[in-house]
């Protein structure tokens, strides 16, 4: 697995933008997830080769090549990847290519209200994902949202609309694995899906067979 991730600094605040899971060695998209938030990883020393860079601008065209840095994959990609497989449903497959990563706001910054006080200092346009850039990147593929309720919890205006209106555009597809109306929706985040796996009514609750209508959009 690897994971190349938009990261660079504005006026002493660090934001990590679009990530891309690459699994395997194809460059073709998989799908996308929307999660909670950058985390607080920092990029590896690792020099980026220009053919990826090259795929990169190919997925990601409006971004800049030198924000590109490689990121060590961490238990939260992990997780998904196994969302992806079919694994988390016992229908494990092959696959390859990549996941492209969002989240509600792109401060590298895990602590919730520490985020939320860097939004007031934030004037970066980077702060929170742009609806169309993020619609033009996911393009048809399927889009696990994960970011359980995150978007009530940072209290922000911009979240709660990209939340919502993201949320629409997805559900307007009737092969799409939400339900439709948004509060009927856990939005369960990867961790928590691998932490519930091992547990023996795993398979009884709702998040299983949410995770099969996941799968479902992969036929």
């Known amino acids: 697995m690897n994971i190349y991730a938009e990261y660079f600094s504005e006026n002493g605040i660090n934001y990590r933008k679009t990530t ?3 699994i395997g060695d194809s460059w073709e998209i998989i799908g996308s997830a929307i999660l909670k938030n950058p985390g607080s990883a920092i990029p590896l020393d690792d020099e980026i080769e220009k053919d990826t860079l090259d795929q990169i601008s190919g997925i990601c065209p409006n971004s800049k090549p030198h924000y590109w840095k490689k990121f060590k994959a961490d238990p939260t ?3 998904l990847e196994k969302i992806f497989d079919g694994s988390y449903i016992n229908s494990s497959k092959e696959i390859s290519g990549i996941i492209l990563l969002f989240n509600l706001h792109y401060i590298r910054e895990a602590d919730i209200n520490k985020a939320r006080n860097l939004f007031d200092k934030s004037s970066s346009t980077h702060t929170f994902p742009d609806m169309e850039e ?3 990147l ?3 593929k399927p889009v696990f949202i994960g970011w359980f309720d995150e978007h009530e919890k940072l209290k922000n205006e911009n979240v709660k ?3 919502a209106d993201i949320f629409c555009h997805l559900t307007s597809d009737e092969n799409s694995y939400l339900e439709k109306e948004f509060s ?3 939005f369960y985040h ?3 899906v691998g932490r519930l796996y ?3 009514n795993f398979k009884n609750w709702p998040i299983y067979s949410t995770l099969q209508k996941f799968q479902q959009q992969f036929l």
């Open 77 to 79: 990609m992990r997780c």
């Open 20 to 22: 891309i899971i690459q």
């Open 184 to 186: 009927q929706n856990q």
């Open 138 to 140: 996911i393009k048809d």
């Open 134 to 136: 993020v619609k033009n």
């Open 190 to 192: 990867p961790l928590y």
């Open 198 to 200: 091992n547990n023996k």
């Open 161 to 163: 609309i990209f939340a």
